[in-house]
């Protein structure tokens, strides 16, 4: 990589690579990292205690009880996605409704047009929550309706969806509830009693290990009784979930590498104080970022209440010497990765403040943008119009 120029010299993990300032992939500890330094056999019994270990953490951490299984898939968040919903939503009959206010709620709509199940869906844009009041009227208007998706933390604004009381909502009206917390699985609370039935959540995310691997929580009667309803071989959850049951091994190599940086980067979850801790530790990285981003004239997308602690939006500013492209590259040569995605609708962009960095990581951060931006001579922060 490029030499980088007046580097940040931040806490230890990075070597010379610039902090991932991503959803993720993000940054990982040095522990996790040295983790991989190993080649494990897939069939291992070391490894399948691994494994085993991992499946029975992640269904404590999500307060499940014997009710629940845990389903390993190969591959990024989105593969687990497909899995679920080719595993569990109707294929005939009955409706899947897709909860959308972002660009993972339009993608798992997309999923089941591809895949031909039936679904209707709530469109909110890509800034606002959908409210239950919402939930409960669409659920209501089409009896069709059985199985919902909503989206915990929607990566592509931020914004945090009031997942507890529409789980308990679906569930009061008896429909399916399934929820992608692929984003805030391990920082923000989710209890899967409150009448949660399917979690998706990614190996790269708020655990902070690397990518890899997805996985699935599900009410086991739910995943028993979906055998032969996938729309495919490699996704299908309840093969993979009877081949971990038979002999604790992958049905196809799994990355090794990735799950014993998981089970390590799950053992410093747990050390740092559990979900109620790495959500304090990002509540704190994006309050520092956020005040320091408006003390230069920033503007968010989101209000206060309705941002989370994943990843903060801001409004592009109207300068006319602003440009992302130099923008986001000058910020890298100085230590620091900014989220190059432009998803909202408003020209908007992104810095994550979730990974293995803290304040330090934040200040070191804002003081780039400041650097960043008298080189490239930018006074004017004021938002361009919507
Ligand atoms: C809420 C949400 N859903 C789905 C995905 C897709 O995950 P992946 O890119 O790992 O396939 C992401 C990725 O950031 C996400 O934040």
């Not at 009061?172 to 399917?198: E, H, N, Y």
């Not at 968010?300 to 994943?310: F, K, R, V």
């Amino acid at each position: 990589m490029d030499k980088l120029a007046r580097r940040f010299d931040g806490p230890p993990g990075q070597e010379d690579m610039p902090y991932l300032l991503t959803p993720g992939p993000l940054t990982t500890s040095r522990s996790v990292k040295a983790a991989m330094l190993a080649d494990w056999g897939s069939r291992d019994v070391e490894f399948r205690r691994v494994v085993a270990e991992i499946r029975k953490g992640l269904l404590d951490l999500a307060g499940c009880d014997e009710t629940y299984e845990c389903v390993i898939m190969q591959g990024s968040g989105t593969f687990a996605i497909e899995a679920a919903l080719g595993s569990f939503c109707p294929a005939t009959g009955r409706k899947t409704l897709v909860v959308a206010n972002g660009a993972y709620g339009d993608r798992a709509a997309a999923i089941l047009a591809k895949i031909g199940r039936p679904h209707a869906k709530i469109d909110k844009g890509d800034s606002a929550a959908p409210t239950v009041a919402e939930v409960i009227a669409a659920i209501e208007a089409d009896p069709e309706i059985s199985h919902v998706w909503v989206i915990h933390c929607e990566t592509t604004s931020g914004i945090v969806n009031p997942i507890a009381d529409i789980a308990r909502a679906v569930k009061q009206r008896g429909k399916t509830c399934m929820v992608d917390a692929m984003s805030s699985f391990g920082a923000l609370p989710l209890d899967m009693k409150d009448g949660i039935d399917v979690m998706v959540s990614s190996s790269n995310k708020c655990i902070e290990g690397v990518p890899g691997f997805s996985y699935v929580l599900v009410k086991h009667d739910m995943l028993a009784a979906s055998k032969g309803h996938s729309h495919s071989v490699v996704l299908d959850l309840f093969e993979q979930w009877k081949g971990l049951e038979a002999n604790g091994q992958f049905r196809f190599t799994p990355p090794t590498h990735a799950l014993v940086a998981f089970h390590q980067a799950m053992r410093e979850h747990a050390e740092e104080g559990g979900v109620a801790a790495r959500g304090r530790r990002y509540a704190r990285n994006a309050q520092v970022l956020i005040k320091g981003m408006r003390e230069m004239g920033f503007s968010t997308l989101l209000s206060d209440n309705e941002a989370g602690p994943i990843i903060q939006t801001f409004l592009t500013p109207r300068d006319p010497h602003f440009h992302f492209e130099r923008f986001y590259e000058d910020l890298r040569l100085r230590g620091f990765a900014i989220y190059p995605g432009k998803l909202t609708r408003r020209p908007s962009f992104r810095i994550g403040t979730i990974g293995k960095v803290d304040e330090k990581v934040m200040a070191g951060v804002l003081a780039a943008i400041r650097e960043v931006l008298a080189e490239m001579n930018v006074t004017d922060l004021s938002p361009l119009e919507a």
